[in-house]
Protein backbone atom coordinates (compact mmCIF):
# COMPACT_ATOMS: atom_id res chain seq x y z
CA UNK A 1 0.00 0.00 0.00
CA UNK A 2 0.83 3.85 0.01
CA UNK A 3 2.51 5.24 1.75
CA UNK A 4 2.49 9.18 2.96
CA UNK A 5 4.83 11.25 4.30
CA UNK A 6 4.10 15.14 5.90
CA UNK A 7 6.10 17.81 5.58
CA UNK A 8 5.53 21.80 7.17
CA UNK A 9 7.49 24.13 4.97
CA UNK A 10 6.60 27.06 6.42
CA UNK A 11 4.33 29.07 7.69
CA UNK A 12 1.59 32.15 7.42
CA UNK A 13 -0.81 34.16 9.60
CA UNK A 14 -3.89 35.66 9.65
CA UNK A 15 -7.05 36.09 11.44
CA UNK A 16 -8.94 33.00 12.31
CA UNK A 17 -12.69 34.61 11.04
CA UNK A 18 -11.30 34.66 7.98
CA UNK A 19 -10.39 30.66 7.64
CA UNK A 20 -13.92 30.14 9.91
CA UNK A 21 -16.94 32.52 9.73
CA UNK A 22 -17.72 33.22 13.12
CA UNK A 23 -13.98 32.36 14.70
CA UNK A 24 -12.69 36.22 16.06
CA UNK A 25 -9.83 38.06 15.40
CA UNK A 26 -7.26 36.06 17.13
CA UNK A 27 -4.00 36.10 14.83
CA UNK A 28 -3.79 32.33 13.93
CA UNK A 29 -1.01 29.75 12.41
CA UNK A 30 -1.30 28.21 8.90
CA UNK A 31 0.80 26.26 8.56
CA UNK A 32 2.08 24.75 4.51
CA UNK A 33 2.08 21.12 3.87
CA UNK A 34 3.77 19.15 1.46
CA UNK A 35 3.62 15.40 1.40
CA UNK A 36 6.12 12.53 -0.10
CA UNK A 37 4.01 10.22 -2.02
CA UNK A 38 5.52 6.43 -2.46
CA UNK A 39 3.54 3.78 -4.03
CA UNK A 40 4.61 0.89 -6.15
CA UNK A 41 8.45 1.89 -5.50
CA UNK A 42 8.00 5.02 -7.31
CA UNK A 43 7.71 8.89 -5.03
CA UNK A 44 5.91 11.80 -6.58
CA UNK A 45 5.79 15.18 -4.30
CA UNK A 46 2.02 17.05 -2.95
CA UNK A 47 2.80 20.48 -3.49
CA UNK A 48 6.10 22.24 -1.95
CA UNK A 49 5.34 24.72 0.36
CA UNK A 50 7.01 28.35 1.06
CA UNK A 51 10.26 28.59 -0.29
CA UNK A 52 13.00 31.23 -0.25
CA UNK A 53 12.34 31.99 -3.47
CA UNK A 54 8.82 33.39 -2.15
CA UNK A 55 10.32 36.15 -0.55
CA UNK A 56 12.43 36.64 -3.51
CA UNK A 57 9.39 37.90 -5.45
CA UNK A 58 7.28 39.07 -3.09
CA UNK A 59 9.78 41.56 -2.19
CA UNK A 60 8.61 44.59 -4.23
CA UNK A 61 6.05 45.57 -6.49
CA UNK A 62 2.35 44.58 -6.46
CA UNK A 63 3.32 40.97 -5.30
CA UNK A 64 4.68 42.87 -1.90
CA UNK A 65 0.84 43.20 -1.00
CA UNK A 66 0.84 38.83 -0.84
CA UNK A 67 3.34 38.63 1.71
CA UNK A 68 1.60 41.73 3.62
CA UNK A 69 -1.72 40.83 3.73
CA UNK A 70 -0.37 37.13 4.68
CA UNK A 71 2.92 37.71 6.39
CA UNK A 72 5.42 34.62 6.16
CA UNK A 73 7.91 32.73 8.73
CA UNK A 74 10.16 30.70 6.55
CA UNK A 75 13.72 29.55 7.17
CA UNK A 76 15.85 28.04 4.94
CA UNK A 77 16.02 24.85 6.97
CA UNK A 78 12.55 24.06 6.32
CA UNK A 79 12.48 24.02 2.27
CA UNK A 80 11.03 21.13 1.15
CA UNK A 81 14.56 20.07 -0.68
CA UNK A 82 15.92 20.50 2.50
CA UNK A 83 13.95 18.12 4.73
CA UNK A 84 13.97 15.66 1.75
CA UNK A 85 17.57 15.44 1.65
CA UNK A 86 17.67 14.86 5.49
CA UNK A 87 15.23 12.13 4.79
CA UNK A 88 17.61 10.73 2.29
CA UNK A 89 16.08 11.78 -0.45
CA UNK A 90 17.17 14.06 -4.08
CA UNK A 91 15.11 15.34 -6.80
CA UNK A 92 16.46 12.51 -8.78
CA UNK A 93 14.64 10.46 -7.00
CA UNK A 94 11.13 12.01 -7.61
CA UNK A 95 9.06 10.57 -10.18
CA UNK A 96 6.96 13.82 -10.44
CA UNK A 97 5.87 16.79 -8.41
CA UNK A 98 2.47 17.09 -8.34
CA UNK A 99 0.54 20.67 -7.74
CA UNK A 100 -2.70 20.85 -6.22
CA UNK A 101 -3.26 24.58 -7.88
CA UNK A 102 -0.96 26.84 -7.95
CA UNK A 103 -1.23 29.46 -5.60
CA UNK A 104 1.98 30.83 -3.94
CA UNK A 105 2.57 29.05 -0.61
CA UNK A 106 1.62 25.67 -3.14
CA UNK A 107 4.11 26.40 -5.33
CA UNK A 108 6.99 28.57 -4.19
CA UNK A 109 9.44 25.38 -4.23
CA UNK A 110 9.76 24.66 -8.05
CA UNK A 111 12.88 26.32 -8.49
CA UNK A 112 14.12 23.54 -5.95
CA UNK A 113 13.36 20.47 -8.57
CA UNK A 114 15.04 21.19 -11.75
CA UNK A 115 14.40 18.52 -14.27
CA UNK A 116 11.86 16.59 -11.99
CA UNK A 117 8.45 15.93 -14.06
CA UNK A 118 5.44 18.41 -13.39
CA UNK A 119 1.84 17.42 -13.04
CA UNK A 120 -0.88 19.66 -12.72
CA UNK A 121 -4.65 20.03 -13.69
CA UNK A 122 -4.69 21.17 -17.54
CA UNK A 123 -7.48 23.27 -17.12
CA UNK A 124 -6.01 25.32 -14.26
CA UNK A 125 -2.96 26.05 -15.91
CA UNK A 126 -4.46 27.58 -19.17
CA UNK A 127 -6.11 29.61 -16.53
CA UNK A 128 -3.23 30.79 -14.60
CA UNK A 129 -0.40 30.85 -16.84
CA UNK A 130 -1.06 34.52 -18.82
CA UNK A 131 -2.12 36.02 -15.36
CA UNK A 132 -0.04 38.77 -14.69
CA UNK A 133 -0.15 42.21 -12.24
CA UNK A 134 -3.06 42.70 -10.26
CA UNK A 135 -4.81 39.86 -11.95
CA UNK A 136 -2.19 37.64 -10.54
CA UNK A 137 -2.54 38.43 -7.01
CA UNK A 138 -6.16 38.33 -7.05
CA UNK A 139 -5.91 34.51 -7.53
CA UNK A 140 -2.71 34.17 -5.33
CA UNK A 141 -0.51 33.48 -8.26
CA UNK A 142 3.62 34.71 -8.20
CA UNK A 143 4.31 34.26 -12.29
CA UNK A 144 7.91 34.01 -11.05
CA UNK A 145 7.82 31.31 -9.36
CA UNK A 146 7.27 29.15 -12.60
CA UNK A 147 10.70 28.28 -13.78
CA UNK A 148 11.47 28.84 -17.28
CA UNK A 149 11.25 25.37 -18.76
CA UNK A 150 8.15 24.55 -16.48
CA UNK A 151 5.67 23.63 -19.65
CA UNK A 152 8.68 21.34 -21.26
CA UNK A 153 7.99 19.45 -18.13
CA UNK A 154 4.66 19.38 -17.36
CA UNK A 155 1.43 16.99 -18.18
CA UNK A 156 -2.01 17.00 -17.72
CA UNK A 157 -4.03 14.47 -15.68
CA UNK A 158 -6.64 15.25 -18.03
CA UNK A 159 -4.45 12.97 -20.04
CA UNK A 160 -3.80 10.28 -17.23
CA UNK A 161 -6.93 6.98 -17.33
CA UNK A 162 -10.16 7.98 -16.13
CA UNK A 163 -11.70 5.77 -13.84
CA UNK A 164 -14.53 5.22 -11.19
CA UNK A 165 -13.70 5.38 -7.61
CA UNK A 166 -14.59 3.08 -5.18
CA UNK A 167 -17.75 2.60 -3.93
CA UNK A 168 -16.63 3.94 -0.27
CA UNK A 169 -15.20 7.22 -1.57
CA UNK A 170 -18.68 8.47 -2.57
CA UNK A 171 -20.09 11.27 -3.01
CA UNK A 172 -16.48 11.56 -4.76
CA UNK A 173 -18.09 9.32 -8.39
CA UNK A 174 -14.51 9.41 -10.99
CA UNK A 175 -10.86 10.84 -10.70
CA UNK A 176 -7.65 10.34 -12.43
CA UNK A 177 -5.51 7.31 -12.11
CA UNK A 178 -1.78 8.66 -11.05
CA UNK A 179 0.46 6.63 -13.57
CA UNK A 180 3.13 4.15 -12.24
CA UNK A 181 0.95 4.11 -8.65
CA UNK A 182 -0.59 0.57 -8.98
CA UNK A 183 -3.75 2.29 -8.24
CA UNK A 184 -3.04 3.45 -5.06
CA UNK A 185 -3.31 7.20 -6.05
CA UNK A 186 -5.94 8.69 -7.59
CA UNK A 187 -6.13 12.32 -8.42
CA UNK A 188 -9.66 14.06 -8.56
CA UNK A 189 -10.97 17.35 -9.24
CA UNK A 190 -12.13 19.84 -5.95
CA UNK A 191 -13.35 23.00 -7.77
CA UNK A 192 -13.92 26.35 -6.24
CA UNK A 193 -10.61 27.42 -4.44
CA UNK A 194 -8.51 28.00 -7.50
CA UNK A 195 -8.84 27.29 -10.98
CA UNK A 196 -7.82 23.06 -11.31
CA UNK A 197 -8.03 22.86 -7.74
CA UNK A 198 -6.83 18.69 -7.42
CA UNK A 199 -7.05 16.37 -4.28
CA UNK A 200 -5.40 12.85 -3.98
CA UNK A 201 -7.32 9.57 -2.56
CA UNK A 202 -3.97 7.66 -1.35
CA UNK A 203 -4.90 4.18 -0.28
CA UNK A 204 -2.81 3.23 2.93
CA UNK A 205 -3.04 0.38 5.24
CA UNK A 206 -5.21 1.81 7.07
CA UNK A 207 -7.83 2.99 4.39
CA UNK A 208 -8.51 5.73 2.16
CA UNK A 209 -6.91 9.06 2.51
CA UNK A 210 -7.98 12.25 1.41
CA UNK A 211 -5.26 14.85 0.73
CA UNK A 212 -7.98 17.82 0.13
CA UNK A 213 -5.56 20.77 -0.15
CA UNK A 214 -7.40 23.70 0.45
CA UNK A 215 -10.80 22.48 -0.11
CA UNK A 216 -11.41 23.03 3.59
CA UNK A 217 -8.99 25.73 5.79
CA UNK A 218 -9.93 23.60 8.95
CA UNK A 219 -12.17 20.39 9.91
CA UNK A 220 -15.00 22.92 11.06
CA UNK A 221 -15.53 24.15 7.66
CA UNK A 222 -16.45 20.30 5.93
CA UNK A 223 -17.34 18.66 9.76
CA UNK A 224 -19.68 21.32 10.73
CA UNK A 225 -20.33 23.05 7.44
CA UNK A 226 -18.90 26.82 8.83
CA UNK A 227 -17.23 28.28 5.59
CA UNK A 228 -14.61 31.01 5.98
CA UNK A 229 -15.47 34.31 5.60
CA UNK A 230 -17.66 36.08 2.83
CA UNK A 231 -14.59 37.91 2.44
CA UNK A 232 -12.64 34.93 1.31
CA UNK A 233 -14.76 35.06 -1.46
CA UNK A 234 -13.15 37.53 -3.02
CA UNK A 235 -10.06 35.33 -3.69
CA UNK A 236 -11.64 32.04 -4.49
CA UNK A 237 -11.94 30.73 -8.50
CA UNK A 238 -15.43 29.76 -8.03
CA UNK A 239 -17.46 30.71 -4.76
CA UNK A 240 -20.24 28.63 -5.53
CA UNK A 241 -18.34 25.49 -6.55
CA UNK A 242 -15.97 25.51 -3.54
CA UNK A 243 -19.15 25.40 -1.33
CA UNK A 244 -20.21 21.94 -3.05
CA UNK A 245 -17.25 20.84 -2.76
CA UNK A 246 -17.29 21.55 0.91
CA UNK A 247 -20.50 19.43 0.94
CA UNK A 248 -19.10 16.32 -0.91
CA UNK A 249 -16.36 16.71 1.65
CA UNK A 250 -19.18 16.50 5.01
CA UNK A 251 -20.61 13.61 2.94
CA UNK A 252 -17.41 12.13 2.97
CA UNK A 253 -16.57 12.54 6.95
CA UNK A 254 -19.75 11.35 7.31
CA UNK A 255 -19.38 8.05 5.40
CA UNK A 256 -16.33 7.52 8.03
CA UNK A 257 -14.41 5.59 4.85
CA UNK A 258 -11.68 8.36 4.39
CA UNK A 259 -9.50 10.51 6.76
CA UNK A 260 -9.15 13.91 5.26
CA UNK A 261 -5.73 15.83 5.30
CA UNK A 262 -5.82 19.68 4.97
CA UNK A 263 -3.00 21.41 3.92
CA UNK A 264 -3.03 24.61 6.11
CA UNK A 265 -5.18 23.24 9.41
CA UNK A 266 -4.12 25.30 11.87
CA UNK A 267 -4.81 26.74 15.13
CA UNK A 268 -7.82 27.93 14.80
Known amino acids: MAKLTTFEVGY?????????????????????????????????????????????????GIF????????????????LVTQLAHAGYQPGDIEGLIISHFHGDHIAGLHDFPQVP?????SGWQKTRTLQGFRALKSAFVPGLIPPDF?????????FDEVELP???????????????????????????AAGHLGAFVLQDDGWTLLASDA??????????????????LIMDDSAAYYRTLNQLHQLWRGGKARILLCHEGDL
Not at 64 to 79: D, E, G, H, K, N
Not at 118 to 122: D, P, T, V
Request: glycine share 8%; hydrophobic share 40%; net charge positive.
Open 64 to 79: RLYAQITPVWFSPQQA
Open 167 to 193: AELRPFERGWLLPESNGEILLVPLPGH
Open 118 to 122: MISSG
Open 12 to 60: CTHRGCMALRGAGLRVCRFPARAWLLEANNRRWLWDTGYASHFADHTRS
Open 151 to 159: ESRLRFVES
Open 216 to 233: AWCPDNYQKLRGPSPLAN
